[in-house]
């Protein structure tokens, strides 16, 4: 198979993957997105931040239940005039990461209004996490712990608090997450097999890949 | 529930953390450097950053090598001949001799130290200086009282180009000039009030412009008729849906494969080109390139960021075919070309000039024209009091009519890709130069955009009626037909647009990575101004060689020589510019 083949991973990256799930980050303005996602796909955190003008996106490939999953990570600006823009590439996403900055109560008060927007303009099954970024500032934080569980528990979805400039939790973020889509995936299966967006037809992810290894689920 | 008394309460109570916010921050930028609160993560570390470009960029420490000293020497020394010149045209701005060499001149970069002074000129800024006393020192006021944008401003301001010495510093004096610049504009402009970009824009002026000039540059690059970017940033982003629609016109017509293969990978323009367009070019292009694109489109406007998104692809078009994936296509157009365009600033410029011509050739130099809800509905500087959701930054969840339709249509342009046959496109990417014809799959288009490149060439050069259309000049706006009649033009000089285009095709098969190289250099020998006389730079000292040598140099280079070839700064000094008919040629 050609995507076991060690000698495949530099050359044809795009048959480098089992899987592939689309997963978007959102937020307001400023609580951390693309630090968030430069520390986990980069392992970097640097000062020298630029606001986002538009649409990003890094890719990061991990290894899950001894599959190969391509994690195309999209990193939206966080002005609300750019929500335009940035939701039309809700579609497809498999998973979210909805963060706030816990210094910032108004990046918590949105959450809710960023909700609504998943559900609006997203695949029914796609899975979020709540993410309260910035926790190395605790002198400066204003929304503890329990109230961000709390609305967590509220909305049904798991909950991290993570510092990307301490490295806290982001690599948990993203495992969780590719996690709760796997199960999501399976769960899917057993239901309605024709369901399925997230992998070959038919085949569950802790089953053996056969055929083409390059599912593209980005639906 | 909360009852509505509840409810006006808690907004109450928002309002008023939300005008202490306000309060807080502009106190902040108020102290500048003296607030003691500042994080020491907040100031980048210093010591990562050794050098400082010319531009006050700061940058890793890179050896420099004695060719880099030799190349930034001539530079130099072209940049103070060309000052001179710049200087006496100045004196004699409103001539007609002036504006027929502003727009030769225009093209090879303004001195640096003369952009301010000349960046100025176009944006009739003096003007508005002059019928506007007191109007920014009035809006500074407002913003302070009622802005609902400071929030998100002092997000920007903290952000932007925390690479740059004067930017480095939380609440130094470019970031307070950068703030108050942007809080005054919110309440100026309030239909825009301040969008994200818009920093960049003022953060670039700002590093030429003073505080007040910075002002109403950021006015006239968004009411000017010739930028207009008030359609971009306004809500619902009108006219960068009209940029992408052009964009991609464009590359129905000129890069058919390209579109294909865009298409193909699900990359749309969007993706890639709107920071282009909004934030004219900077940090997708290296910093002093984005300069040389900043010069012409103060001089010309709109049009030349739909003819430099065409020059990027076209320019790389090569590798871009050869890419395979989205990510890849995208980190490129996103990061790699900022870092490193792989082409000579002057190489670029050129082919951008060419870009235009093209374009205008084929009609689609110009945008279809503007809706209406892409220019102000309220007067400037007109005060309006927000409303209360906007001043305690309250989310709206529904779009407005605007946002959907903006919505929809980025929605159906990213859906409506991927979806053609699975057609290989030119997989490998074919050498320049050897590439037979493709297999036409569009419809409209009859030839691969290689051989129409190629051909056009062949007319220009051939053919004194499609010559003479090359002569037509960009005025103001409007085109004019500048004739060359009565200009002797020899073969020599039809011999070097010949030449540029093939040294072209060379660059794409040798695009420089990094250092210079003799592909590079290459360029200059074609391109740089002076064109009549060269001189061919060897480690043991600078000879001469004159117009007719030029093909030989050309052929070296394609030969695969690597003999290093500079253009003299000889011609340079002449106060009749000895290279302007090659100019004419490439430029006009």
């Not at chain 1, 195309?72 to 939701?87: H, K, L, P, S």
């Not at chain 2, 010319?54 to 000293?69: A, I, M, N, T, V």
Request: aromatic share 10%.
């Amino acid at each position: 198979m050609a995507a076991g083949d060690p000698k495949w991973q530099k050359d044809a990256s795009d048959q480098n993957f089992d899987y592939m799930f689309k997963l978007l980050i959102i937020g307001n303005s400023s609580v951390g997105k693309t630090s968030f996602l430069f520390r986990y796909a980069d392992d970097s955190f640097t000062s020298a931040f630029v606001s986002t003008v538009g649409i990003d996106f890094k890719v990061k490939t991990v290894f899950r239940h001894d599959k190969r999953v391509k994690l195309q990570i999209w990193d939206t600006a966080g002005q609300e005039r750019y929500r335009t823009i940035t939701t039309a590439y809700y579609r497809g996403a498999m998973g979210f990461i909805l963060m706030y900055d816990i210094t910032n109560e108004e990046s918590f008060n949105s959450v809710q209004d960023w909700v609504t927007q998943i559900k609006t303009y997203s695949w029914d099954n796609a899975q979020v996490i709540l993410v309260g970024n910035k926790c190395d500032m605790e002198d400066e934080r204003v929304i503890s712990f329990e109230r961000g569980k709390q609305l967590a528990d509220q909305l049904g979805v798991e909950f991290f608090e993570t510092s990307a400039k301490e490295n806290v939790n982001v690599k948990n973020v993203f495992e969780r997450l590719v996690d709760i889509i796997c199960d999501k995936m399976s769960e899917s299966l057993d239901s309605d097999p024709t369901l399925v967006a997230g992998g070959p037809k038919g085949q569950r992810l802790t089953d053996q890949p056969q055929g083409p290894p390059n599912a593209n689920c980005n639906c | 529930m909360m009852t509505a008394e509840e409810e006006l309460a808690e907004k109450r109570i928002l309002l008023e953390r939300a005008n202490a916010e306000r309060e807080a921050i502009f106190k902040r930028y108020d102290r500048g450097r003296k607030n003691i609160d500042i994080d020491a993560w907040d100031d980048p570390a210093f010591e990562i950053y050794t050098q400082a470009d010319r531009y006050g960029f700061l940058h890793p420490e890179k050896e420099q090598s004695f060719r880099d000293d030799l190349e930034a020497a001539r530079r130099k020394q072209i940049e103070v001949e060309r000052t001179k010149k710049w200087l006496k045209m100045m004196k004699n701005w409103s001539s007609a001799e002036t504006k027929e060499r502003l727009q030769r001149r225009v093209m090879k970069g303004i001195p640096d130290r003369l952009r301010a002074a000349i960046w100025k000129l176009f944006l009739n800024l003096d003007q508005a200086l002059k019928e506007n006393v007191g109007v920014y020192e009035k809006m500074l006021k407002f913003a302070r009282q009622y802005s609902p944008d400071i929030r998100q401003i002092d997000f920007d301001v903290n952000r932007q180009f925390r690479n740059h010495i004067n930017y480095r510093e939380r609440y130094s004096v470019k970031q307070q000039s950068l703030f108050r610049v942007l809080a005054a504009y919110s309440m100026y402009n309030m239909e825009v009030g301040y969008c994200q970009g818009m920093s960049t824009v003022a953060g670039v002026l700002l590093m030429y412009f003073d505080e007040e000039d910075t002002f109403w540059a950021l006015n006239a690059l968004l009411s000017n008729e010739r930028y207009a970017m008030h359609g971009l940033y306004v809500e619902g982003f009108p006219k960068l849906m009209r940029f992408l629609q052009h964009h991609d016109k464009i590359l129905t017509k000129c890069m058919p494969k390209v579109k294909k293969h865009l298409d193909k990978h699900g990359v749309d323009s969007v993706l890639y080109s709107l920071k282009w367009f909004f934030v004219i070019f900077i940090e997708r292009i290296p910093f002093s390139l984005c300069l040389r694109v900043w010069d012409i489109y103060m001089l010309y406007g709109e049009r030349v960021l739909t003819a430099m998104a065409y020059t990027i692809l076209k320019i790389h078009k090569v590798k871009l075919l050869r890419m395979k994936d989205m990510d890849q296509i995208t980190e490129f157009l996103q990061t790699i070309l900022y870092k490193n365009f792989g082409y000579d600033d002057d190489t670029v410029i050129k082919t951008l000039q060419l870009a235009m011509f093209e374009l205008k050739k084929l009609n689609l130099d110009k945008l279809p024209a503007a809706p209406a809800s892409e220019f102000p509905k309220v007067a400037f500087g007109q005060f309006i009091e927000p409303s209360l959701e906007a001043k305690i930054g309250h989310r709206n969840e529904k779009f407005t009519e605007r946002e959907t339709e903006l919505k929809e249509t980025v929605l159906y342009r990213s859906e409506s890709k991927n979806d053609g046959d699975d057609e290989d496109v030119d997989e490998n990417g074919r050498p320049v130069g050897q590439n037979g014809h493709h297999r036409n799959e569009n419809g409209g288009h009859d030839d691969d955009e290689d051989d129409r490149t190629e051909r056009d060439c062949d007319d220009i050069t051939e053919e004194d009626d499609a010559y003479s259309n090359l002569n037509t000049e960009y005025d103001d706006g409007s085109i004019t037909k500048h004739s060359l009649t009565g200009t002797s033009v020899t073969s020599t000089n039809d011999v070097s647009i010949t030449s540029y285009e093939r040294t072209c095709d060379i660059f794409r098969l040798q695009p420089n990575s990094g250092g210079s190289s003799a592909a590079i250099l290459g360029s200059g020998a074609k391109l740089d101004d002076s064109v009549s006389i060269i001189s061919l730079q060897t480690l043991d000292g600078v000879c001469d060689l004159h117009g007719s040598a030029e093909h030989s140099i050309v052929q070296g280079v394609s030969g695969g020589s690597a003999e290093k070839v500079a253009p003299g700064i000889i011609g340079d000094d002449d106060e009749d510019d000895d290279d302007d008919i090659t100019e004419k040629q490439l430029s006009s």
